[in-house]
């Protein structure tokens, strides 16, 4: 390696061990104020997430505004994903100014996904601002299929849940599309044609 190389490589590991010096600053920092800190992949310096005790009043950088330094400030709200049963935990970044959602994050507090989220989570934005998108309860009005609906209140919508709900185990709801019948009985004491359901006693597998 020449002096040159040399030379070059020493100022790189300076440079490297600066960054270093700084990054761990900004933990230390972050540590000093109380807050917490969300270590990234490295688990030492570099942090994932904002610290939850400035959720309230984020700041960071527009992207898009760059080379300019323009400030954007988020109120963080903990949500969840709804593309599927996982149900992982976002953080929606809220602008302060007009009050819109403008991306989703991974939330580092969720018990289940800490943080973590595949490619859907943040693609979430495209649903919260899909023109199509439902904004109201929607009731078919006619067979399954024919892609009628009729505009109805959230109060119709939850006292009809909960009477399906209530009386689903039972068999007794019949509603206008279909019958709906319990393939299983009620845990627990249940009326069935004016009698008492009474669950059957366990049994032992017999050996073979």
């Known amino acids: 390696m020449t002096a040159h190389g040399k030379g070059a490589e020493t100022e790189r590991t300076m440079d490297l061990g600066r960054l270093n010096e700084r990054v761990s600053a900004a933990r ?18 570099l942090a994932s997430f904002p610290p939850k005790e400035r959720w309230n009043d984020w700041v960071e950088l527009d992207s898009k ?17 709804f593309n599927c049963e996982s149900a992982c935990g976002l953080l929606a970044y809220v602008d302060r100014e007009n009050l819109q959602v403008r991306k989703f994050e991974g939330n580092p ?29 929607l009731k078919r009005a006619g067979g399954r299929g024919e892609g009628r609906w009729v505009r109805v209140g959230w109060d119709e919508v939850l006292d009809e849940l909960a009477d399906r709900i209530g009386t ?21 004491p249940a009326i069935s044609s004016g009698a008492a359901w009474t669950a059957p006693a366990p049994t032992t597998p017999t050996p073979t």
């Open 109 to 137: 507090e969720h018990p289940a996904s800490r943080g973590r989220n595949c490619a859907k989570g943040p693609a979430t934005l495209n649903q919260v601002t899909d023109p199509d998108r439902i904004l109201y309860p």
């Open 65 to 81: 505004a760059w080379p300019e330094r323009v400030e954007r400030r988020y109120l963080l709200v903990p949500t969840t994903c």
């Open 168 to 188: 689903a185990p039972r068999g007794e709801w019949t509603g206008t599309t279909r019958t709906q019948t319990s393939a299983l009985p009620a845990p627990g």
């Open 28 to 45: 230390a920092e972050t540590e000093a104020r109380g807050e917490t800190f969300y270590p990234g992949a490295s688990r030492i310096h």
